[in-house]
């Protein structure tokens, strides 16, 4: 059973903190990684994908990747009250191949506080 | 540039009734994927195509689950003699499988409550 596991939270920081989301995957084959995010109601938006270990930036968003650990992590800068919603990560066991499908975590529960 | 649409965006239907969703896709994009969400929960995958063959079904789709994607652009899902437990926001996603790898785009789902 392929699973992705993420602390539900709620996590909750101040305005201009610095948010740490973490996620582990139990498949040691997984290639390719993504953060989601979902607003109550809404459909899952993406925010960024990482392919390699290592550091991705993008804006206030960084990703980080971990094959050797089975650990991604996506930190937001300068956090913001309208960043204030559910991150999901999503794993594709298959880089480019025929299995499609991603794999989700429950989703960690961000709070920002003005 | 559109995105993914999905229509009903809500649906409401009592007990053994028939529904049917549909999913327009990105235009470009080659793959479609259903999955289902509950509260709480990530989304599940369902099912997914590639132009117009479903290769992967999940064990998750019974036999009351059809899903079509008759010649490669919008794809139907259909599930028959609903039951209270499919109450749940119904997810399409759309993708270009590429040299570089795949991003799934998800549109505004369907959701579904089964009285």
């Known amino acids: 059973q392929k699973e992705v596991e993420q602390n539900s939270g709620p996590l909750s920081v101040p305005e201009g903190a610095i948010a740490s989301l973490n996620c582990t995957y139990s498949d040691r084959g997984s290639q390719s990684f993504f953060w989601y995010r979902q607003y109550s109601g809404k459909s899952p938006e993406l925010i960024m994908f990482i392919y390699s270990n290592g550091d991705k930036e993008d804006g206030r968003f960084t990703a980080q990747l971990n094959k050797a650990s089975q650990y991604v992590s996506l930190l937001i800068r300068d956090s913001q009250p309208s960043d204030s919603a559910t991150y999901l990560c999503a794993v594709n066991p298959v880089y480019g191949g025929s299995q499609g499908n991603l794999i989700f975590g429950k989703g960690t529960k961000l709070s920002v506080k003005p | 540039d559109t995105g993914v649409s999905q229509d009903p965006r809500h649906k409401i239907t009592k007990r053994g009734q028939n529904v049917t969703f549909r999913c327009d896709p990105i235009?470009?994009?080659?793959?479609l994927y259903w999955y289902r969400q509950t509260l709480g929960q990530g989304p599940e995958f369902l099912t997914y195509f590639q132009n117009e063959a479903q290769l992967e079904k999940s064990r998750l789709l019974s036999d009351r689950f059809s899903a079509e994607r008759p010649k490669g652009s919008f794809s139907t899902l259909e599930i028959q003699r609903t039951e209270q437990g499919d109450s749940a926001m119904y997810l399409c996603?759309?993708?270009?499988?590429?040299?570089?790898?795949?991003?799934?785009?998800f549109g505004p789902g369907t959701r579904l409550l089964v009285l």
């Open positions: 235009s470009e994009h080659n793959r």
């Open positions: 996603a759309s993708s270009l499988l590429a040299p570089g790898g795949e991003t799934q785009y």
